[in-house]
């Protein structure tokens, strides 16, 4: 590593006020100093490396997936609002790609399509309760099917039957005719003092656990190994406040980690008038808890307390880096790093996830390894790509019917003649969304300069057009100004998806899904639905919305 980059990075962290550097920040001095984990500069080999599990000559594969994390941290300008050394690490000695999407802006969606290699629409992975089936086959799965060691820590969610019943019930009932709070108020608080360093015990408790396998089991493997951690920050923390069922509304963090943040750069977002905004946009805010009144001070404290919780996170990406690098496994270790969807923080007057607004769909993704160039990568991609590429790297042949593509062709700083032509990544992800805190199943196209979002049956609900050069903020919808881009947009999403279709098949699935659960309540039904989320709004009018509930029930029944 070039001195100059060297003393770059020690003058950044002394910047950040460093004066009580962790462990994982010396680690992050000592990596870079060695001249492996800049694999770019040496000279390239191909993805099978001499020497790994035992010479069996094939690579090794870490990911860490997040929960929650605004992938234009890891380049955009906000990042120099808060120090993440270990992103920096792989942005330096890897690939990073700058325009990477989730699939579906929520956990459960997201996850399922990561691990399936399937847009959602195509497993039916429609909200936080129905993703994949228990025993679907992932690509990890597969891995182990041809020899890999696997395993598996923290936050999986992709299978269906998990999450709150309230989450449940909100997602079901999004389309009927009442308007209520969901959330608890999105607030900051602080708790420790600058020395109080795990605020996320379980994520750092099976973070330790990753550490110790990869000491005990991975470097005395005979087999090449996937090990996958399932962090849950930076997603915020439950709310009791908000009652039983509460939800996650809570940005929590220490001293320790707020001192990584640089306060006075943090900027606050604008919001658009209430007339203004798009109705989908009102629903989202609304049933977040954001219309409300909120100071600069509360804004600017909450997205720094989420900045503090994803340098927690990158100190737990730092952990495993270090563990890899202290067996001598990392120099044999394709290293992968992503999250499920992002974070609003407070932009566009909400908090959480389930928009297609950058802060929301925008996820990192960083890949570092072996003849992985370093570079920054600006095609746009998703998290479908994950399951072709980690088949790739395994040298497993790729089902015809995914709906990803290998990402492999991109990083690669040299291929071997022997690997087959794979297909080329097409120039357009696709998004989708169906959950709660959204009235209207919500569709996205990104290509190119433009986002185009659609909703619903393509008639009821306008859709809106984004050009992001011109307006990285997404504040101005030029839908009406660009009608000949909208409708090829509009042409291109039909050709990817039926999207009417897939609307009246999740309206039909959800008020199944409730009348089934309504049955089986039985007489508890009213004192049920009056203690979920919505409670506090709930029990100022209970007939009035129980009704609205029968006539939603009643109605359209020829969907």
Known sequence: MPLETFIALKEEMRREGRNHTSSTSIAALILLLQPFVFWGSAEAKPLLVPGSCRDCGKLNVLIVMCDSFDGRLTFHAENETVALPFINLMKRGGSLFLNAYTNSPICCPSRAAMWSGLFNHLTESWNNFKGLDANYTTWMDLMEKYGYYTQKYGKIDYTSGHHSLSNRVEAWTRNVDFLLHQEGRPVAELVGDKKYMRVMKKDWEITDKAKMWIRSKATNSTQPFVLYLGLNLPHPYPSPSSGENYGASTFLTSPYWLEKVKYKAIKIPKWSPFSEMHPVDYYSSYTKNCTGKFTQKEIRDIRAHYYAMCAETDAMLGEIISALNETGLLKRTLVIFT????????????????????????????????????????????????????????????????????????????????????????????????????????????????????????????????????????????????????????????????????????????????????????????????????????????????????????????L
């Open 339 to 558: 999250a499920d969807h992002g974070e609003l923080a407070m932009e566009h007057r909400q908090f959480y996830k389930m928009s297609m607004y950058e802060a929301s769909s925008h996820i990192p993704l960083l890949i570092m390894g072996p003849n992985i160039k370093s570079q920054l990568i600006s095609s746009v991609v998703s998290l479908v790509d994950i399951y072709p590429t980690m088949l790739d790297v395994a040298g497993i042949p790729i089902p015809k019917n995914v709906s990803g593509y290998s990402l492999l062709p991109l990083i690669l700083a040299k291929t071997e003649n022997n690997i087959p032509s794979r297909k080329q990544h097409p120039g357009w992800v696709l998004s989708e969304f169906h959950g709660c805190n959204v009235n209207s199943s919500t569709y996205m196209l990104r290509t190119g300069k433009w986002k185009y979002i659609a909703y619903s049956d393509d008639d009821s609900v306008s859709p809106q057009l984004f050009d992001l050069s011109a307006d990285p903020d997404e504040l101005t919808n030029v839908a009406t100004k660009f009608p000949e881009i909208t409708q090829t947009l509009n042409r291109k999403l039909h050709s990817i998806i039926d999207y009417p279709k897939v609307s009246a098949l999740v309206k039909l699935y959800n008020k199944q899904q409730f009348i089934k659960w309504k049955q089986s309540v039985g007489q508890n039904y009213s004192d049920t639905l009056a203690n979920l989320r919505w409670h506090q709004d709930w029990k100022k009018h209970p007939n009035k919305y129980e009704h609205a509930i029968d006539k939603w029930i009643k109605g359209n029944k020829n």
